[in-house]
């Protein structure tokens, strides 16, 4: 694994950025609809192990209070603890939107805003991390400066088999089908761009990285794309399976899951990246997730079913 590189300086000790000034020495605040997506880039460069932003936007006594174990009690204490920081793996964040709790005045000087997003480690990491989290931060005006003095985040609890729970623990198979969901876009340009679906009397085109899963409906089976739209083709599930790509998979004989569009497994559930779960029948459990591992891995051709 390459040597990752933080960028936060021991010796600093009061760090900020210098307060904005208008032409004539006046200091002038930063807008506060700017607010939530500075939030955003200081959490993403913390992730990323770039500290120093989070230490230029932390007053000098701000709490912060990690997922895990880890507590700041300060600016100082983050500087003595964000060493042993260096050992955790580089993350990224997906998905993520951050906004305001409640809706402040435009000249307030204290503002809270939330988050939420999706935590992933790159595929070259030697430990998985794939969570979701949410994050308050308590945010005041400093010197024209929006600074936090309060930051609380949070993991969804996620049961896997056995005591494995995300993502303090994971399985090396499960590691290997979240890294081939990271590597999807790069194999993305390999699949057609359409299939054709359906019989000799009507017949859709449709991209098959935009299909979410397939769902029988009778004699019927509906498409659901990843925009939220559906197609209805008069068409068997069992029939319509062999004209996708090999991305796609049965879970059970009423769903056809598309692997490339898989965020997460757990117990007797798939979930999608729209947030859609689908049932995984207790017996297939098994089968199932090494379906998903031999998709993601590149020990199934995605051409060939």
């Known amino acids: 694994m390459a040597a990752h590189t933080s960028s936060y300086d021991a010796s600093h000790r009061t760090p900020g950025d210098a307060a904005p000034a208008s032409s004539t020495g006046a200091l002038q605040r930063e807008p506060l609809e700017q607010l939530p997506a500075i939030v955003e880039r200081v959490i993403a460069s913390y992730y990323a192990k770039n500290y120093q932003p989070l230490l230029d936007r932390a007053t000098s006594d701000c709490i912060f209070i990690g997922a895990g174990n880890m507590v700041f009690n300060g600016r100082d204490d983050m500087l003595r603890q964000l060493p042993e920081v260096e050992t955790a793996p580089s993350i990224f964040l997906r998905n993520a939107r951050f906004g305001f709790v409640g809706r402040p005045s435009a000249d307030a000087t204290d503002a809270t805003v939330y988050g939420t997003y999706r935590l992933f480690t790159g595929a070259r990491e030697p430990v998985l991390l794939a969570a979701k989290q949410r994050i308050t931060v308590c945010c005041s005006l400093v010197d024209g400066i929006w600074k936090a003095y309060h930051v609380h985040s949070s993991n969804e609890w996620n049961e896997l088999v056995g005591e494995d729970v995300f993502?303090?623990?994971?399985?090396?198979?499960?590691?290997?089908?979240?890294?081939?969901?990271?590597?999807?876009?790069?194999?993305?340009?390999?699949?057609?761009?359409?299939?054709?679906?359906?019989?000799?009397?009507?017949?859709?085109?449709?991209?098959?990285?935009?299909?979410?899963?397939?769902?029988?409906?009778?004699?019927?089976?509906?498409?659901?794309?990843?925009?939220?739209?559906?197609?209805?083709?008069?068409?068997?599930?069992?029939?319509?399976?062999?004209?996708?790509?090999?991305?796609?998979?049965?879970?059970?004989?009423?769903?056809?899951?598309?692997?490339?569009?898989?965020?997460?497994?757990?117990?007797?559930?798939?979930?999608?990246?729209?947030?859609?779960?689908?049932?995984?029948?207790?017996?297939?459990?098994?089968?199932?997730?090494?379906?998903?591992?031999?998709?993601?891995?590149?020990?199934?051709?995605?051409?060939k079913s």
């Open 167 to 303: 993502p303090l623990q994971i399985s090396m198979e499960t590691y290997a089908y979240v890294r081939g969901i990271l590597q999807a876009g790069q194999r993305a340009g390999n699949l057609p761009t359409r299939v054709a679906l359906g019989t000799s009397k009507a017949t859709r085109y449709v991209d098959p990285t935009q299909v979410l899963y397939i769902e029988a409906d009778g004699k019927r089976s509906t498409l659901h794309l990843a925009d939220g739209d559906t197609i209805t083709l008069n068409v068997l599930l069992n029939d319509i399976q062999p004209q996708l790509p090999g991305t796609f998979f049965r879970v059970h004989r009423s769903f056809v899951v598309n692997a490339a569009q898989v965020s997460g497994i757990r117990k007797f559930t798939l979930e999608l990246s729209d947030g859609t779960q689908i049932p995984i029948p207790e017996r297939r459990y098994s089968i199932v997730r090494r379906e998903m591992a031999l998709r993601v891995t590149g020990g199934l051709d995605p051409q």
